[in-house]
């Protein structure tokens, strides 16, 4: 069974542009989440998705958003990019329960 | 605010003995907890969880005990192996839906 994927793997930007991260669920997990993680802060909560709908979300200014299409599929959007915005951004998929959370390999985004 | 501290950034352990990884947490709603493990340029993989009807859950070498009075959960790892070499993370949930993670403890098991 294939796991959760994430492109691009690895990006580079510059300040002020946006960008687009994409992550596949395992098939029939219905619900995806975001994470941000730096080496100061560890894993932060950006979003989760559930069929379409954001069910819950952290505590991140309004440059971050994300979707959730029919299939599952996520995207998380970041605009005006700032230098504290390189992460790694880890993206999860969930059947039932969290011990069923499987996380993708992320997507590192470095800001220049 | 970090709700979920690892205050020990590192820890080293001579294989076969015993690894304590420890995680304090401010929200006393919070009633699931979760034990990560992550290998470089992977993401995290569960390992244990423990609710708070409970004060210990064990699988195998790993034991993760919980003292909601204290606010403390720790990871027992007993052997360590060489392979336990990771960042492991500690997760909080009062929803089930919405995780607190820690900012990791890199272990590293000493052959």
């Known amino acids: 069974k294939a796991g959760v994927t994430q492109t691009p793997r690895y990006l580079i930007k510059t300040r002020g542009q946006q960008v687009t991260l994409s992550c596949s669920p395992i098939?029939?997990?219905?619900?995806v989440s975001w994470y941000q993680q730096t080496p100061g802060q560890g894993l932060q909560f950006l979003f989760e998705?559930?069929?379409?709908?954001?069910?819950n979300k952290g505590n991140f200014p309004g440059r971050f958003s994300g979707r959730q299409f029919s299939n599952s599929r996520s995207e998380m959007n970041v605009s005006t990019l700032e230098l504290g915005d390189s992460a790694l951004y880890l993206c999860?998929?969930?059947?039932?329960?969290?011990?069923?959370?499987?996380f993708g390999p992320g997507t590192r985004l470095l800001v220049l | 605010d970090q709700q979920v501290k690892q205050n020990s950034p590192s820890l080293s352990v001579q294989e076969g003995r015993i690894s304590i990884l420890n995680c304090d947490y401010t929200n006393s709603m919070f009633d699931y907890f979760l034990w990560y493990k992550k290998y470089p340029a992977e993401g995290p993989t569960f390992l244990i969880s423990i609710s708070s009807i409970k004060d210990k859950n064990e699988d195998g070498r790993f034991t993760v005990f919980l003292n909601k009075s204290a606010k403390h959960l720790s990871l027992h790892i007993v052997p360590s192996q060489p392979g336990d070499s990771a960042v492991y993370f500690c997760a909080a949930s009062n929803t089930g839906n919405q995780f607190y993670f820690g900012t990791g403890t890199s272990l590293t098991v000493i052959p």
């Open positions: 998705y559930f069929s379409e709908t954001q069910r």
């Open positions: 999860a998929s969930t059947l039932v329960g969290p011990e069923t959370q499987y």
């Open positions: 098939s029939g997990h219905r619900s």
